[in-house]
Every structure is written in C-alpha cells, then in structure tokens.
C-alpha cells in the first residue's frame, strides 16, 4: 500500500535544520516543496546537503511561502525567540508543526500555542529526541513501573563549551535565545528528567551565573517534586568539550546510573551492572515518529505540546527563584 503523500517546507535553514532535512526526505511518500531563511547562503547550503534540486523554490519570508506553497507540515529551526510566531504562523495556514527545543519562551506563548492546537486539530511536535532514546525509555519504565519502588532523589548534570563556542552569535542574544543555555540545550535535561519521572515541580531553588554576558550560564538548581522526590539539577555552560550528561535515579530498591552513554543498573545493596542492549526498545528518529504521526501509523503524540509547556514552566520558576534570591513555588496553572 502506498503511503499518504506529504509536501513538506522549512522554516529556518542552518545547520541543524540540515539534519531535519535529510530524515525527512528519506521517507517515502514526502517531499521538500520550499525553504523560508532570510539568508541565502544558509539556503544555498540545505539544498546542497540535503541533495534537493536548485529550482526549488526558496523565500525570506515564511508567510510568503506557507501562502504560496500550503505544504502539509513544516519544520521549524529558526532561533528560539522566534519560534512562537513561526509555529502560530504555521498552525494558521493548516500545517502540522515538528519545532526544535524549546517550543516556545514564555509560559504566555506556551498556552497560546496549546489553545492553538486544540483549535485547529493539528499535530505538533517539539524535538525533544530523548522521548525516543532506548536508554531514557528503559529508565521511563522502570520509574513508572514501579519495580524498584518509589524515587528519592535524582542528580542531573549537563556541560559543553558553550559560553566560547556561541561568543557572538544568536543563542546569547536575550530576544533571539530567549534566555541562555539553560532555555539551550539545558532545556533537553529539563525535559527528559519531568518526562522520565512523570511528577510535577513543586519549589523550585536556583543560583544563576551570567558570567559577562547578557543571559545565563551556568545554573545549579534544586527541586522538589509534588511526589516528594528531590533533585539537583546542574547546567554548566562554561566547560571544555562536547556535550556531556550524567543521570542518577536513586529509588527504594535500587538505582539507575547514566555516565558518558552507558546505563548502569543497580539492585538493593547489589552492584551496578551495564543494562544490555537486548533489554531496550529500539531507537526510533523524531522525523520519521512526526511523519507517522500525521499520517496516524503512531496513536500518541511522543514529544507533545504539554511537554513544551512543564519545561518553560520550570524554567521560568528557576530565573525567578535566581533573580529573588530564595525558593519560589513552581505555577503549574
């Protein structure tokens, strides 16, 4: 059976738009139809990497395109402080939205987007990829499961050389990042560790270092959740290196460790042991998971608008608390 054809555009055509794009037009049955970038050397650059034909059609204005071309879905990988009017823009012309982290970057815009997709039908989708990692569903069903008890308490940390590398660039600007790295790549920790555990924040206590520029760098936040779990969570912006994430989940009867890409489990006062791959689910890729959302072969939405709005939430709790100097509780409303 053939499958539903999909005409797909893209809003924001840099690097990691790039990647997007060669998922996408992988699968069959979808089509890139048009790109919207104000620069052409970053469109001239997705066509070449992503193999598309010079002819197609290009634009520096998203409306134009999403008025020219009404593609069934787009993909949006512009800077974060654009994100709200890029994905409302898209919603209004009756495309299904997949959007890079964070989905938006105010609580304001947050609900406005949920609003927004209840009233249209649409799907959207945020690219929060850990929801498909093997590791993080493994530590999602044994934490949900219940069969090593109840959480106690969990440590997350999250480190790469971003002050250096984004000197001077959109992600530290303060309307365009829409905050600093935690709202960057600390917003995927946020995510991951509010999905694995399935509890909300309660109080939330953070110290923020903005070191000379305009927006965060380094967090060291503290948690805790409506379940009565606790947890530290470190963001640090300022370190040598690519990006690194360590995980620890410490429950009743045991623990799960994550370093450097390797889970670790532990039973009672046994040793920790590797968990074997043959004990995860298989990794699935969040282009094609949009792809088969749309067309309906997925039932649920696996990185949906709710997630978008916990994150923010927490975050915006934590430059709060950072600003008045004392815990602050967490408005989930």
């Given at each position: 059976?053939?499958?539903?054809?999909?005409?797909?555009?893209?809003?924001?055509?840099?690097?990691?738009?790039?990647?997007?794009?060669?998922?996408?037009?992988?699968?069959?049955?979808?089509?890139?139809?048009?790109?919207?970038?104000?620069?052409?050397?970053?469109?001239?650059?997705?066509?070449?990497?992503?193999?598309?034909?010079?002819?197609?059609?290009?634009?520096?204005?998203?409306?134009?395109?999403?008025?020219?071309?009404?593609?069934?879905?787009?993909?949006?990988?512009?800077?974060?402080?654009?994100?709200?009017?890029?994905?409302?823009?898209?919603?209004?012309?009756?495309?299904?939205?997949?959007?890079?982290?964070?989905?938006?970057?105010?609580?304001?815009?947050?609900?406005?987007?949920?609003?927004?997709?209840?009233?249209?039908?649409?799907?959207?989708?945020?690219?929060?990829?850990?929801?498909?990692?093997?590791?993080?569903?493994?530590?999602?069903?044994?934490?949900?499961?219940?069969?090593?008890?109840?959480?106690?308490?969990?440590?997350?940390?999250?480190s790469q050389n971003w002050y250096r590398n984004q000197q001077g660039k959109w992600r530290q600007d303060p309307f365009l990042g829409g905050?600093?790295?935690?709202?960057?790549?600390?917003?995927?920790?946020?995510?991951?560790?509010?999905?694995?555990?399935?509890?909300?924040?309660?109080?939330?206590?953070?110290?923020?270092?903005?070191?000379?520029?305009?927006?965060?760098?380094?967090?060291?936040?503290?948690?805790?959740?409506?379940?009565?779990?606790?947890?530290?969570?470190?963001?640090?912006?300022?370190?040598?290196?690519?990006?690194?994430?360590?995980?620890?989940?410490?429950?009743?009867?045991?623990?799960?460790?994550?370093?450097?890409?390797?889970?670790?489990?532990?039973?009672?006062?046994?040793?920790?042991?590797?968990?074997?791959?043959?004990?995860?689910?298989?990794?699935?890729?969040?282009?094609?998971?949009?792809?088969?959302?749309?067309?309906?072969?997925?039932?649920?939405?696996?990185?949906?608008?709710e997630n978008g709005l916990r994150v923010i939430q927490l975050t915006e709790a934590a430059w709060q608390s950072a600003e008045l100097g004392?815990?602050?509780?967490?408005?989930?409303?």
């Amino acid at each position: 059976m053939s499958k539903q054809k999909l005409n797909f555009a893209f809003i924001g055509c840099g690097g990691n738009a790039r990647g997007h794009g060669r998922s996408v037009s992988s699968v069959e049955g979808v089509e890139i139809v048009a790109l919207a970038d104000p620069s052409e050397a970053s469109l001239d650059a997705f066509k070449e990497t992503v193999g598309l034909e010079d002819s197609l059609p290009t634009y520096t204005d998203h409306v134009e395109m999403l008025d020219a071309v009404k593609p069934d879905a787009v993909v949006i990988s512009s800077p974060h402080g654009l994100h709200f009017q890029h994905i409302m823009d898209a919603l209004d012309a009756g495309c299904h939205v997949h959007t890079e982290k964070p989905m938006v970057c105010t609580v304001d815009h947050a609900k406005q987007v949920i609003a927004k997709v209840e009233e249209t039908g649409l799907h959207l989708m945020i690219g929060y990829q850990r929801h498909l990692s093997p590791t993080y569903q493994y530590c999602r069903r044994v934490v949900q499961s219940g069969e090593l008890g109840r959480v106690n308490f969990v440590s997350a940390h999250q480190s790469q050389n971003w002050y250096r590398n984004q000197q001077g660039k959109w992600r530290q600007d303060p309307f365009l990042g829409g905050g600093g790295q935690l709202n960057d790549s600390g917003s995927h920790l946020i995510d991951i560790l509010l999905w694995v555990l399935e509890a909300s924040p309660d109080t939330v206590f953070a110290m923020i270092d903005n070191l000379d520029i305009e927006v965060d760098v380094l967090t060291a936040m503290s948690i805790k959740f409506d379940t009565g779990a606790l947890c530290n969570i470190s963001i640090v912006g300022h370190a040598y290196g690519g990006v690194r994430e360590d995980f620890s989940i410490w429950l009743e009867e045991g623990a799960l460790y994550l370093r450097a890409g390797q889970l670790h489990r532990q039973e009672g006062d046994g040793k920790s042991e590797l968990v074997d791959d043959s004990e995860m689910p298989e990794q699935a890729n969040k282009d094609v998971a949009f792809i088969e959302l749309i067309r309906g072969e997925r039932t649920e939405n696996p990185i949906g608008v709710e997630n978008g709005l916990r994150v923010i939430q927490l975050t915006e709790a934590a430059w709060q608390s950072a600003e008045l100097g004392r815990p602050v509780k967490v408005d989930l409303s």
